[in-house]
């Protein structure tokens, strides 16, 4: 009986040296994007070709990637948040789910503005949201500001994306912050007031309304234009650079964060500095024609065409601290 007992833990002790002695299994990112796709892969594979680390993504909208994350809680295996719009970071790390990052690759890279005032998450690219008008009906001249939309001028000409939407939600975010309360509502009432048609689902099918000629003007972010006028060189519509005697265009961003349990956190740090950088910072703007965050990387041809503008300096946090009071200003303005 002592000699099997023997036997029996030998071959233990024996399974337990040979399994210690296997290779650990690759470590690979894993990371959590509403980024499409076509957008993000060919990023994840261009840093996987120069690096080695295998990147694992998961797509979804930025709401159920949250509520995942916060589901998750210590078990989550994400190592990465990414996501637009700096009103659905802000709720990220308002929920505690990204840590901070001090990191002198990415204050040299990303402009303070487009950063967590707190380092939790950093811009990526950045769009504008700005005005869109007919070529055909409309002189430039007769444009200036997303104020000025709500002058009597304007009636039963503009077109407007719905208020549910996160990019609207974060503009008039950024007016209560520039402008205050009151006068924000006022401007939201006055658009309402001026709309040629009820509000669409997204920017193309309010562009596409103006050039059928049921409105003059809209509010669109740019890389909607831009991927239209890809499609139809002659398209006549053109972007209008808002508010440049005043507070400048109306930025937002695609950003990132590391999440707060993040099993590899070191080599997260590593992809989110890289991404920073001019290669990445080219692969992630050119395929959306958006803007890099990284002032010494140049805008795609299309993109620069446009022209350069001032753009709002104020921090894009904003969009999220603020966007609870604009959801309620736009519902009592009648902004649907």
Not at 154 to 159: H, S
Not at 202 to 231: H, P, S, W
Not at 266 to 271: G, H, I, M, S, Y
Request: proline share 4%; with cysteine; net charge negative.
């Amino acid at each position: 009986m002592r000699a099997v007992a023997f036997l029996a833990a030998a071959a233990v002790m024996l399974t337990g040296l040979w399994a210690c002695s296997e290779p650990a299994a690759e470590e690979e990112l894993v990371v959590y994007t509403s980024r499409n796709d076509h957008l993000i892969k060919p990023v994840f594979d261009a840093y996987t070709e120069a690096t080695g680390v295998k990147i694992r993504y998961i797509t979804d909208n930025a709401a159920a990637l949250t509520a995942r994350l916060q589901a998750e809680g210590e078990r989550s295996p994400a190592d990465m948040l990414i996501t637009v719009d700096a009103g659905n970071l802000w709720n990220a790390a308002d929920k505690d789910l990204l840590q901070p990052l001090e990191s002198q690759v990415l204050s040299a890279n990303v402009p303070t503005e487009l950063t967590d005032p707190e380092n939790r998450w950093f811009g990526l690219t950045v769009r504008a949201r700005t005005l869109v008008y007919s070529t055909d009906r409309v002189d430039p001249a007769a444009l200036s500001s997303y104020e000025a939309l709500a002058e009597p001028e304007w009636k039963g000409r503009l077109c407007l994306r719905t208020s549910k939407k996160v990019y609207n939600q974060s503009l008039v975010a950024t007016m209560i912050k520039r402008l205050g309360e009151e006068k924000t509502e006022e401007i939201v009432r006055g658009w309402v007031a001026n709309l040629a048609t009820d509000v669409f689902s997204n920017d193309t099918a309010l562009m596409e309304a103006i050039v059928a000629g049921q409105c003059d003007v809209g509010i669109v972010n740019t890389y909607y234009f831009g991927r239209m006028k890809q499609d139809n060189p002659q398209l006549p519509l053109s972007l209008f650079w808002a508010n440049q005697q005043s507070s400048g265009v109306h930025v937002n961003i695609s950003g990132a964060g590391i999440t707060r349990h993040a099993p590899h956190p070191q080599k997260a740090r590593d992809l989110l500095e890289w991404m920073s950088q001019p290669q990445a910072q080219k692969l992630l703007a050119d395929r959306n024609m958006e803007y890099p965050v990284n002032a010494a990387v140049e805008p795609a041809e299309e993109v620069a065409s446009w022209g350069e503008f001032k753009s709002d300096d104020l921090n894009v946090s904003v969009a999220g601290a603020l966007q609870v009071d604009a959801v309620k200003l736009m519902d009592r303005a009648g902004y649907r």
